[in-house]
């Protein structure tokens, strides 16, 4: 199914490439002192070494901010065909999120940071993890008569940009309805493509 599923990936390292911290009890993303190619190194490696459980949690992190329509509409900048997805960029768009939102990227960065570095390479399987992708996006096709219309829009207007949010959001919930299993392989699948889209354009 030709859907552009690359949004979704570009969300979620983007979350990944955030680097929280916490200032003045309220949670920020500071890539002031990080370099952006150690992250990039390194960053494949932790995301396949983080349990199930932690990369979940970024995916749940993610859901939850595309059910707020003001948390929704910041992310959805990110897929504009001009957008600047630049390291700083990312950080402030994630800067700009509801409290909320900022401190479950940050609660579920640090515990894939953490997890990452102490654990094995957990079992994976990239092939399964596609065929979710695919039948997710199938799923929103049959529930969402827009959903292909969104995913495929190129355009900068405003009805594009809408178009795109909306059909991100319905993809973020067909995936939520799988078993975790596999929602987890196919976080893991959108967290590896996505690094490689990192950068400005």
């Not at 190194?41 to 901010?65: E, K, N, W």
């Not at 690094?195 to 400005?200: F, N, S, T, V």
Request: charged share 20%; proline share 5%; hydrophobic share 50%.
């Amino acid at each position: 199914m030709s859907v552009r599923l690359r949004l979704v990936p570009l969300l979620l390292a983007g979350a990944l490439a955030a680097s929280p911290a916490l200032a003045q009890d309220e949670y920020v993303v500071d890539l002031s002192q990080i370099d952006p190619a150690a992250i990039l190194a390194s960053a494949g490696d932790v995301l396949m070494r983080a349990p199930d459980a932690a990369i979940d949690d970024l995916f749940q992190a993610t859901h939850a901010a595309s059910q707020s329509p003001r948390d929704a509409k910041i992310l959805c900048t990110l897929f504009d065909p001009h957008a600047d997805r630049g390291f700083e960029a990312l950080a402030a768009t994630a800067n700009r999120l509801g409290a909320d939102s900022r401190e479950r990227f940050a609660i579920a960065l640090a515990n894939i940071a953490a997890a990452g570095l102490q654990n094995p390479r957990q079992p994976y399987d990239a092939i399964a993890a596609k065929q979710t992708l695919k039948s997710a996006g199938v799923t929103a096709m049959l529930l969402h008569d827009d959903f292909l219309l969104g995913m495929t829009a190129e355009g900068n207007d405003a009805a594009a940009r809408d178009a795109r949010c909306r059909s991100f959001g319905w993809m973020l919930d067909a995936l939520q309805a799988v078993p975790a299993q596999q929602r987890v392989a196919a976080t893991r699948l959108m967290l590896n493509e996505g690094l490689a889209q990192l950068g400005p354009r």
